[in-house]
């Protein structure tokens, strides 16, 4: 399930950049901004929790 979590934040990551650059989506990049990085801080969260 964690791999899940990195795998979609990397996903949004990479469709904000590609969005931002090629692409005039307005507010929905800086969603998908954020979310992509509450999904890594959810994993940094849960990695250390599980050491």
Do not use: D, P
Not at 5 to 28: D, K
Not at 29 to 49: K, M, T, W, Y
């Amino acid at each position: 399930m964690e791999n899940l979590l990195y795998y979609i934040a990397v996903i949004l990551i990479l469709a904000w950049a590609i969005g931002f650059f090629a692409f005039s989506l307005g507010g929905l990049i800086h969603i998908l901004l954020i979310v992509a990085i509450v999904a890594v801080i959810f994993r940094l969260i849960q990695r250390r929790r599980v050491l």
